[in-house]
């Protein structure tokens, strides 16, 4: 993964545009939170191959990360705080972003395959 | 006490060098065979490398490697259950039982480490733990396996009183220590902890509560 440029990622977005996807989407702040901070709450959520098509999307810079709008026919998709990301050998988008030691805190990606979802695939 | 077959049957590629690394490396030295059956790939971990090197995606390949390389250090065999990263509450119980009791029959072992259900901090570590147990429970008592459970919790000591075994492993902490480093993507994720004397101190002794201790 390398840091996001807005430009390109957009590109990449629009690219997806009105076609099937598959998305995974999560965000995370690990299983240990509350066992290291009594006072922290566990809070994860994902969903992974969500079978969505967007009208259109948008990436949007913040300042220290982005966060991304894909719309929907009857809602929205969205996540805050990527930092990073790649295109990888299957043509994916993948985003995440990243704490400074390089825990994963959210992500997004977008794929027009499905990802995998069986406990033994691996690629 | 000598262990001829031994099973660990944890969820994530690393549990087993934090939990268990020194008395895997003390049970191989004194001829023991130790297997490791890995519960998922670790895919929905939260450590990626640092500086990130992984992806989700990508993620499940690197610690299959990591931990293909652990085992090596520790001289164990591994298995792989077949479930997913923090999913493993969510399946039925039942079914994750017979299939770990179906396997257990099948290897005989004279020994099982798995977490303690409800004293293990992660849902995956419990979730596993739990199905270990009764997989046990469920076996002939002419075959069945002595237990030892692995706690995390702040609360186990006061819930539970202090395990019944604790073993000192700094004989052992070379090996122990070199497993560690190969889980790699995991490793900067533990620098906060491994830069803590008092947490490496806590790392070279190795605590189990016994089946008898269970509740
Ligand atoms: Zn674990």
Known sequence: MEAIVREDVQKEIDAFAGKPVYVHLETTNGAYASHFNEKAHNVGAFIRNANVTYSHGKIISTGGGYRVGLKLELGWVYAEGLTDYEVDEQNRLLMAGHDEQGRLMVALEISQTPFAHEADSHE | ?215
């Open chain 2, 1 to 215: 006490m000598s262990k001829q077959r031994v099973i660990i049957i944890f969820p994530h590629p690393d549990d087993e060098t934090f939990g268990t690394g020194g008395t895997i490396a003390d049970f191989i030295e004194k001829g023991a065979n130790v297997t490791y059956w890995c519960g998922t790939l670790g895919d929905m971990g939260r450590n990626m490398g640092n500086p990130v090197f992984a992806n989700r995606e990508t993620l499940s390949t690197h610690r299959r490697k990591e931990l293909q390389e652990a085992t090596e250090v520790l001289g164990i065999d591994y298995v792989h259950l077949g479930y997913r990263d923090k999913t493993i509450e969510f399946e039925p119980l039942e079914e994750i039982v017979t299939h770990l009791r179906t396997k257990l029959e099948q290897e005989k072992p004279d020994l099982v480490i798995t977490h303690f259900p409800g004293y293990a901090v992660h849902p995956d570590h419990d979730a596993l733990g739990r199905a270990a147990v009764e997989a046990v429970k469920e076996m002939k008592e002419e075959e069945r396996p002595e237990l030892w459970l692995h706690a995390i919790s702040n609360q186990a000591a006061t819930d539970l009183g202090e395990p019944a075994i604790v073993r000192d492993v700094s004989e052992y902490w070379d090996t122990k220590w070199k497993a560690l480093r190969t889980h790699l993507s995991q490793a900067d994720g533990m620098v906060d902890l491994l830069n803590r004397e008092d947490q490496l101190e806590r790392l070279k002794t190795e605590r189990f509560y016994t089946g008898d201790q269970l509740r």
